[in-house]
């Protein structure tokens, strides 16, 4: 290749860059013209959220800072968990943390910042409604089921 004919392709290169700048601008300009008539068409444009949009960068984690866990249907809430754990447990005293324990391997969940509030919750109000129940001292309670008819006292406060 000489340099005359260097020389042309050079400025016929130059002249589709020019050309494909102009194609660009106004493409870009048509793109603004439309986005711009989209917001006028919607005077307060809402993202629409669908399963593609959405983007999870990892795990939903709880107010606890723990993952959520999927749990299958059927899984037992927190409430029955203790009402079974305390019918499973006459007359012993049982701590708080004890109960969250064993409600959890049970397969209660509780997303709250402090589970051991909930269980305390839960064990006043059982205060109100169950004769038998008991505070002891700090967060030990204790479930005081009569002897005479035990079998049915603990499937009646258990279900």
């Not at 005359?4 to 601008?25: C, G, H, P």
């Not at 917001?39 to 939903?60: E, F, I, R, S, Y």
């Amino acid at each position: 290749m000489d340099s005359k004919a260097a020389n042309e392709q050079l400025i016929w290169v130059r002249t589709q860059l020019a050309q494909l700048d102009k194609e660009r601008e106004a493409l870009a300009k048509i793109e603004s013209g439309l986005v711009e008539w989209l917001n006028l068409q919607q005077p307060h444009p809402q993202p629409q959220l669908t399963p593609t949009a959405v983007k999870m960068d990892g795990p939903k984690i709880s107010a606890a800072g723990h993952p959520y866990e999927n749990k299958a249907k059927g899984s037992i809430s927190m409430r029955a968990a203790i009402r079974q754990i305390l019918a499973e447990s006459p007359n012993q005293d049982i701590h708080t943390k004890e109960i969250l324990d064993r409600a959890r391997v049970m397969g209660a969940v509780t997303d709250a910042k402090n589970p051991l509030g909930v269980i305390d919750l839960n064990m006043a109000r059982f205060l109100e409604i169950m004769p038998g129940l008991e505070k002891v001292r700090g967060r030990k309670w204790r479930f005081n089921q009569p002897t005479a008819n035990a079998a049915g006292a603990a499937r009646s406060i258990a279900g």
